[in-house]
T-cell receptor, first 114, second 113 residues
Framework: KAGVTQTPRYLIKTRGQQVTLSCSPI?????VSWYQQTPGQGLQFLFE???????NKGNFPGRFSGRQFSNSRSEMNVSTLELGDSALYLC?????????????FGAGTRLSVL | KQEVTQIPAALSVPEGENLVLNCSFT??????LQWFRQDPGKGLTSLLL?????REQTSGRLNASLDKSSGRSTLYIAASQPGDSATYLC????????????FGQGTRLTINP
């Protein structure tokens, strides 16, 4: 069974640009969550999608948005990039309703904003 | 607001030692608590998940315990090996937000041969 796949693995952008990151969950998983990891703030929850609907949202500005498609694949978009957006972005998929509700993480997309 | 703290931030021990990593949290209304491992520049690997109704979970040389009343969890690693070197993170999911994990800052573990 394939794991969580994130593309691209690395991105370099300049301030003011926008970026779209992609996440393909484990087959059968309908919940996808996104996290931002930085050395200063650690891992922080961005948002979670389930059946194409955002169910939970973290404390990030509106420049961060996401969506989920009918096949459960998810995209995250960051507009008007700032230097502080440089981070490792991780997505995780899970099977809500399962006994354990383990979240499985992808390898991440490393975004550098210059 | 849930806050998760991990102590120590870094730990270096010789190979073969048994060790304990600590995690504390402020809100005891948790759905579950997970321990993860992260290798440099990589994603997270789930090690153990403890449901709120459980006291401990074991997998191989790893044992995690949970004490909700005191807001603490420990990860015990037996007979440490150099391959155990990584950052270990604990994360809680609250009731009503099971997919929204709140992470500690992690403990960076180095096992010296």
């Amino acid at each position: 069974k394939a794991g969580v796949t994130q593309t691209p693995r690395y991105l370099i952008k300049t301030r003011g640009q926008q970026v779209t990151l992609s996440c393909s969950p484990i087959s059968g998983h309908r919940s996808v969550s996104w996290y931002q990891q930085t050395p200063g703030q650690g891992l922080q929850f961005l948002f979670e999608y389930f059946s194409e609907t955002q169910r939970n949202k973290g404390n990030f500005p509106g420049r961060f948005s996401g969506r989920q498609f009918s096949n459960s694949r998810s995209e995250m978009n960051v507009s008007t990039l700032e230097l502080g957006d440089s981070a490792l972005y991780l997505c995780a998929s899970s099977l809500p309703g399962s006994a354990k509700n383990i979240q499985y993480f992808g390898a991440g997309t490393r975004l550098s904003v210059l | 607001k849930q806050e998760v703290t991990q102590i120590p931030a870094a730990l270096s021990v010789p190979e073969g030692e048994n060790l304990v990593l600590n995690c504390s949290f402020t809100d005891s209304a948790i759905y579950n608590l997970q321990w993860f491992r992260q290798d440099p520049g990589k994603g997270l690997t789930s090690l153990l998940l403890i449901q709120s109704s459980q006291r401990e979970q074991t997998s191989g040389r790893l044992n995690a315990s949970l004490d909700k009343s005191s807001g603490r969890s420990t990860l015990y690693i037996a007979a440490s090996q150099p391959g155990d070197s990584a950052t270990y993170l604990c994360a809680t999911a609250l009731v009503g937000g099971a997919q929204k994990l709140v992470f500690g800052q992690g403990t960076r573990l180095t096992i010296n041969p």
